[in-house]
């Protein structure tokens, strides 16, 4: 039952070239930035990588996204990676864009057991219809582009189908966990981390905490530990190492630092 491995690396060894993965966090909240990085120094590349967005500010996803070892992305927000842009409107990445609600349920479906589900978004647009560009051509032109998808009409309503998600693995960040692998996510850590963890087939979570079984409260675990195959506990530093992606401060917060 003791799930704790002892580092990093030893955690992410058996990722091989061409794996698929789960990853949680949105922006820079609750990424595991830590396996990202041992994955990284394993130098395996053609990822297929299914998350929110593929990392910011050159830290989570990016990292591996500069260096080229992700072949594929399935996600939501490119946001302000521009490097992300980069590649996929150059035709060197495959981007798979869906409704961020459908992805965050058609990883939740896939943990669960669930292969396909109807849902309202998308409706009467290219994520039914199809032709959604995948891969570019590098010209401006587009390579490939998605299919249409199956729709159905229920009580008057129609509905498209989508598909659960599965991967090979899951990387998940949490705040505490025990050695069995029951997590606790902290606010709004809590956003993809539940949801990628229980689709990955092997699941590997970095903790800040790490404490013995029973130390968590049965109530108050967010996730538990048969989702879960392998834990790694983070040092103080690797704990604390996290940025913000935008700091704003109120102008009364400016003159009274400008004062002191």
Known sequence: MDKVVATAGEAVADVRHGASLAVGGFGLSGVPNVLIQALHARGVGGLSVVSNNCGAMESGLATLLAAGRI???????????KEFARQYLGGELEVEMIPQGTLAERLRA???????????????TQVALGGLPWRYDGAGGVALASPPKEVREFDGEEYVLERGIRTDFALVRAARGDRHGNLVFAKSARNFNPLAAMAGGVTIAEVEELVEPGEIEPDAVHLPGIFVQRVIGLSPEQARAKQIEKRTVSAQSSQEEAGS
Do not use: H, K
């Open 71 to 81: 072949a594929r992305v399935t996600g939501s927000y490119i946001g302000a990676n």
């Open 110 to 124: 896939g943990g669960a057991g669930i292969p396909a589900f109807y849902t309202p978004a998308g409706v009467g």
